[in-house]
């Protein structure tokens, strides 16, 4: 059975950081992309970060230099950690799988909570 396993959100002050992750099983999850998405109240479902096999790197821009995204193929975890964090990050965070071949399957995990507040 696949599962993607978000935990590590939460409630956070205004400039301050939160690392969440995501345990992924039933599949092999070092042959897949990684990514996190996120979706705040009324908008759409938008990037934030991808990983590749190797551990290449890309974030939507509004997020350089503030978050990172790492993964750790012994323990089938992907990580994001935020840092200077404001209310514009308040969202549901969502972690995603991808295969590099066909029939590429993709997963998605149910989501962790964000909330900064002021």
């Known amino acids: 059975q696949v599962q993607l396993v978000e935990s590590g959100g939460g409630l956070v002050q205004l400039g301050g950081s939160l690392r969440p992750s995501c345990v992924a099983s039933?599949?092999?999850?070092?042959?897949?992309?990684m990514r996190w998405y996120r979706q705040a109240p009324g908008k759409e479902r938008e990037l934030v970060a991808h990983i590749s096999s190797d551990g290449s790197t890309n974030y939507a821009d509004s997020r350089k230099g503030r978050f990172t995204i790492s993964r750790d193929n012994a323990k089938n975890t992907v990580y994001l950690q935020m840092n200077s964090l404001n209310t514009e990050d308040t969202a549901v965070y969502y972690c995603?799988?991808?295969?590099?071949?066909?029939?590429?399957?993709?997963?998605w995990g149910q989501g962790t909570q964000v909330t900064v507040s002021s």
């Open positions: 995603y799988a991808r295969a590099y071949n066909y029939p590429w399957n993709e997963y």
């Open positions: 039933g599949f092999t999850f070092s042959s897949y992309a």
